[in-house]
């Protein structure tokens, strides 16, 4: 079993839509951090969180830390918003631990 | 200005053949990383580094070999390229570790025919 889930694998939806994503984790983890990586691009960093519920525009993260679970939600979804999203976690270690990634597709 | 990069972008080499990819920060942060992306699986670490001459294996290092001889330089080499490494490679800077989180790199893409 990974030690970091996401769901869904893929996920495809019209422009405008509610979107969520969701990450469950099995380990004790200081932070949680969730990346967006465009087609044939780099990866940058949406959200660090370790507790509570973080926004940013359209986006927003929420993290239960008892139930070892985060969402990413997207608000109003466009084309633009089309990529890969990835769950990190911080296992108090040197490194991340990541997950496999969700890839949406946002269709106008 | 991106403060981190990677040369080459994109690299063809045949089976057998030695490869160097290159990481290089302008941001003096103390950890450097490197991972391979490949389909159906995460991000997953090859090496890392927590300071000069300072590195140590992580997941999928067989086959993989660091130096990191200054701050600013990261030098990832497969001895001797396989088909299986054929990935994307990315290298990540972090000050203190994940607790500061990561930058990345923009991504070498390797194929080894």
């Known amino acids: 079993k990974n030690e970091v889930e996401q769901s869904p694998q893929n996920l495809t939806a019209q422009e405008g839509e509610f979107i969520t994503i969701n990450c469950s984790y099995s380990v004790g983890i200081s932070a949680l951090h969730w990346l967006q990586q465009h087609p044939g691009g780099g990866i940058v960093s949406l959200f660090m969180l370790s507790s509570g519920k973080k926004k940013h525009g359209r986006l927003i993260a929420t993290i239960n830390i008892q139930e070892k679970h985060s969402s990413l939600h997207i608000t109003a979804s466009h084309p633009r918003d089309s990529a890969v999203y990835i769950c990190?976690?911080?296992?108090?270690?040197?490194?991340?631990?990541f997950g496999p990634g969700t890839r949406l597709s946002v269709l106008p | 200005d991106a403060g981190i990069t990677q040369s080459p972008r994109h690299k063809v080499t045949e089976t057998g053949t030695p490869v160097t990819l290159r990481c290089h920060q302008t941001?003096?942060?103390?950890?450097m990383y490197w991972y391979r992306q490949d389909p159906g699986h995460g991000l997953r670490l090859i090496h890392y580094?927590?300071?000069?001459?300072?590195?140590d294996k992580g997941e999928v290092s067989d086959g993989y070999s660091v130096s990191r001889s200054k701050t600013e330089d990261f030098l990832l080499t497969l001895e001797s390229a396989t088909s299986s490494q054929t990935s994307v490679y990315f290298c990540a800077i972090s000050g203190r570790g994940p607790q500061d989180g990561y930058t990345f790199g923009s991504g070498t893409r390797l194929t080894v025919v």
């Open positions: 580094s927590y300071g000069v001459k300072d590195t």
């Open positions: 990190a976690v911080d296992n108090y270690g040197q490194n991340f631990v």
């Open positions: 941001e003096n942060h103390r950890y």
